[in-house]
């Protein structure tokens, strides 16, 4: 738990040494709920190098029919990429990331199509009053 009540994973980046903290969502909490006590010295979750994780995401993809390859770095920049999609602030993302410079973070993020026409929908909307105005006394 942290200070805001919420179950987060809290860590420290074995790469650049950075910490970096994110708070769970409802299924993840409910998936450790279910496991909870399975592992001896009350560990929530095994800590695993990072090519025993890429030989469980090998299998999980192989038994989920998935062709692509899963890796940990794959699943790093779907989470970046998603966050930020839905409206994730880019710093928040980066601190979740556990980056240091948000150029890093800039790296992950890719701009979708959808993103685009979502924030022109939103401006749009900020815009009708002024629009009208213009339209009005040009």
């Known amino acids: ?11 420290k980046r ?7 903290n994110i708070p769970l969502l409802e299924v993840p909490k409910m998936i450790l709920d279910k496991y909870k006590g399975s592992l001896p010295n009350n560990v929530v979750l095994p800590v695993l190098s990072n ?17 692509k390859e899963l890796t940990f770095h794959l699943a790093r920049h779907s989470f970046a990429t998603l966050t930020l999609s839905k409206g994730v602030s880019i ?37 009708k009053g002024v629009e009208t105005k213009l339209a009005v006394n040009p």
């Open 1 to 11: 738990t942290s200070f805001d009540g919420g179950l987060w994973i809290m860590g």
């Open 14 to 20: 074995e790469k650049t040494g950075v910490n970096f």
């Open 51 to 67: 090519q025993k994780m890429n030989a469980y995401l090998k299998e999980i993809g192989d038994l989920c029919g998935i062709e």
């Open 91 to 127: 710093e928040s993302v980066s601190k979740m990331l556990g980056h240091t410079n948000i150029k890093t973070t800039q790296i992950y993020a890719r701009i979708t199509d959808s993103k685009i026409s979502h924030d022109m929908a939103a401006f749009a909307g900020k815009m």
